[in-house]
């Protein structure tokens, strides 16, 4: 956590436990799975330094007291002793700081997700990652030789509300790999429905992973980032939504209506828990999916051509 100059610093710090060994699981897009040989330091574009404990917990004590950083956000990976570490981590944080905790996890039983309440966490994120129940099968599944099912995935966030609330329960949907727009809206409205955000990131190729069947263009990526803007606001919902061969052909919302929406240009914003920016965590300098900070007239013109909409 070193100060440095950004167009758009990040609001949240992003911790990953260190461990050297691979997790249990195996999905297709992460270089940590069972079966890559790639850099366990990086997940997407972001890269995770091994640093000292202690230092990452003061740094991030007195980043948030002077209000550089609003949240902190913990990504954890399936290994023996991932409980044990994970609330460790807490704790320490806990200790030092009263920093708002996000934690990222596979589906974990009432009683973890109730003692992870106690000790602080806000936001309980259960990464989906893909859109539907074959994909995710393809993609984290049985047809990827892991372990994880959509059912028990699904089941562990309906829980998770149950325990965190509407609202402070989330999940992670990579945009890119295969799915439909139907496929991303269906299922983000879904969640919705159930008081489940969802976080949108776009594909990101990593060295030694595995092969996706990838579909990511940045006309899907905006369409799919203004439907869950309509959703989430509760401006259109995906029954009122159109589709032919799985795209979008009518959001259900007047043009005049989506030119405004579009302009305002909060749909193609960050999205996930409170303060979350994420920046660089899939842009390049070429290409930006989620804007960190509002993006301005050049870039709504922009993101307009993305979109094929005429004023
Ligand atoms: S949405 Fe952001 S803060 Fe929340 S778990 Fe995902 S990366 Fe972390």
Known sequence: MELVLMDAPPTTAYLQIYTNKRCQANCRFCSQAAGANGDMKQIARGQYIPSDLAEVVRRLGIAYERGYLRRACIQTAMYAKMWQDTTYLISRIRETSPIPISLSVFPLSDEKYAALKDMGVDELVVPLDACSSELFSRIK??????????????????????????????????????????????????????????????????????????????????????????????????????FRDGKVVDFGISHTEMLRYVEVGDAFKTTGCPDCNRPYATETHQETFNFPIDPNADEIKMIKEQLGIME
């Open 141 to 242: 599944g049985k047809e990827a030789d892991s372990i994880y099912n959509w059912d028990t995935h699904l089941d562990g966030i309906r829980r998770a509300v149950r325990i965190f609330g509407r609202g402070s329960v989330g999940t992670h949907l990579i945009i890119g790999m295969g799915e439909s727009g139907r496929d991303a809206l269906g299922v983000i409205d879904e969640l919705h429905t159930d008081g489940v955000y969802s976080a949108l990131f776009a594909y990101t190729h990593l060295p030694g992973t595995r092969n996706v069947a990838a579909n990511l263009n940045i006309n899907h990526y905006r369409t799919v980032q203004l439907g869950a803007y309509l959703i989430r606001k509760g401006l259109a919902s995906f029954a009122d939504m159109t």
